[in-house]
C-alpha cells in the first residue's frame, strides 16, 4: 500500500530497505544542512549512494516489467543495473572513509516511487534516464567534482570520473531508444510521454516542496550524453524559472 502522506495516483510503493534506514516521503524530510556545513558534503554521499541503489531497482523494474522491450535495449538496461551497483558501493566507500554510518541520514526514494507509477517503458526512459540522470550529472558535477578539485579530495574526483562515463551512457542510450519506440509504436507512444511527464512533474512537486534545489546545466556533458543545443537551452531555461521560482 502506498504511504497515506503521498498521493496514489502519482507515486508507487516505496522500495524496500532494511531497518537501518529512515525512509523519508519528502524532502523536507531529510538532512538538508546550509552551504558550508561540513556536514552537507557527507550528506550528499549518503543521498547520493541512495539515488544510485534507486537507478539499479528502476532498471530492474524496467526488465522485468517489459519483458517484450526489444534485445538491445534490454541489454542496456542490464548494464545499466551492473554499472549502478558499482555507483553505490563507490559512493559507500568514500561516505564510510568519512566517518559515515550507513543509515545515519534519511533517505528519499522519489525516483524509484515516481518511475513504477509510470507504466510505458518509453514514458519511464524519458523520465528517468533523459531528466532525472542528466540531472543527477548535473549536481554531482556541481557537489562533487568542481568542491573535489579544490580541495584535493582525489577519491572523490576518481569516483565523478569513473561514474561519469557510466552516466553519460545511460542518458544517451535513452536519447537513442526513445524515439525508436516512438516509430514502433505510434501515436500512441505520445500520450504515453505525456502522461509520464504530468505524473513526473505534479509529483516532483510535492516531493521538493518550495526547497527544489537546481543545479546549473553541464552543457558539454550532455552534449556528450545526445541532448541537442535546443534541449539543453529548454533545460537551461527550466533550471532558470525553478530558480526564478524557488526564490520567490
Ligand atoms: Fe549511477
Ligand atoms: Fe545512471
Known amino acids: 500500500m502506498s504511504d497515506p502522506g503521498l498521493e496514489a495516483a502519482l507515486f508507487g510503493e516505496n522500495p524496500a530497505r532494511d531497518a537501518r534506514?529512515?525512509?523519508?516521503?519528502?524532502?523536507?524530510?531529510?538532512?538538508?544542512?546550509?552551504?558550508?556545513?561540513?556536514?552537507?558534503?557527507?550528506?550528499?554521499?549518503?543521498?547520493?549512494?541512495?539515488?544510485?541503489?534507486?537507478?539499479?531497482?528502476?532498471?530492474?523494474?524496467?526488465?522485468?516489467?517489459?519483458?517484450?522491450?526489444?534485445?538491445?535495449?534490454?541489454?542496456?538496461?542490464?548494464?545499466?543495473?551492473s554499472d549502478e551497483a558499482r555507483h553505490v558501493a563507490m559512493f559507500r566507500r568514500c561516505f564510510q572513509d568519512r566517518g559515515g554510518r550507513v543509515g545515519e541520514y534519511p533517505v528519499l526514494n522519489f525516483q524509484y516511487r515516481i518511475i513504477t507509477r509510470i507504466d510505458s517503458l518509453i514514458g519511464r526512459l524519458a523520465v528517468q534516464n533523459r531528466s532525472f540522470e542528466a540531472a543527477g550529472i548535473d549536481a554531482i558535477q556541481q557537489e562533487i567534482f568542481s568542491p573535489s578539485r579544490e580541495s584535493g579530495e582525489t577519491d572523490l574526483a576518481e569516483l565523478f570520473d569513473a561514474q561519469l562515463a557510466d552516466e553519460v551512457q545511460h542518458v544517451r542510450y535513452a536519447n537513442m531508444w526513445i524515439p525508436r519506440l516512438k516509430d514502433r509504436a505510434g501515436p500512441r507512444?505520445?500520450?504515453?510521454?505525456?502522461?509520464?511527464?504530468?505524473?513526473?512533474?505534479?509529483?516532483?512537486?510535492?516531493?521538493?516542496?518550495?526547497?527544489?534545489?537546481?543545479?546549473?546545466?553541464?552543457?558539454?556533458?550532455?552534449?556528450?550524453?545526445?541532448?541537442?543545443?535546443?534541449?539543453?537551452?529548454?533545460?537551461?531555461?527550466?533550471?532558470?524559472?525553478?530558480?526564478?521560482?524557488?526564490?520567490?
Do not use: K, Y
Open 21 to 81: 534506514f529512515t525512509v523519508a516521503n519528502v524532502h523536507a524530510e531529510t538532512a538538508n544542512f546550509p552551504p558550508g556545513d561540513p556536514r552537507r558534503a557527507i550528506e550528499f554521499l549518503h543521498r547520493q549512494m541512495n539515488e544510485e541503489i534507486n537507478g539499479l531497482e528502476i532498471s530492474a523494474r524496467n526488465l522485468a516489467d517489459f519483458p517484450d522491450a526489444p534485445w538491445e535495449l534490454r541489454m542496456a538496461m542490464a548494464r545499466q543495473c
Open 189 to 248: 507512444a505520445l500520450l504515453d510521454l505525456a502522461r509520464a511527464v504530468a505524473i513526473a512533474h505534479e509529483a516532483l512537486r510535492v516531493v521538493a516542496g518550495e526547497a527544489a534545489t537546481v543545479f546549473p546545466v553541464a552543457e558539454d556533458l550532455r552534449r556528450e550524453a545526445g541532448f541537442t543545443d535546443a534541449e539543453i537551452d529548454a533545460a537551461r531555461a527550466l533550471i532558470a524559472e525553478l530558480g526564478a521560482a524557488a526564490t520567490r
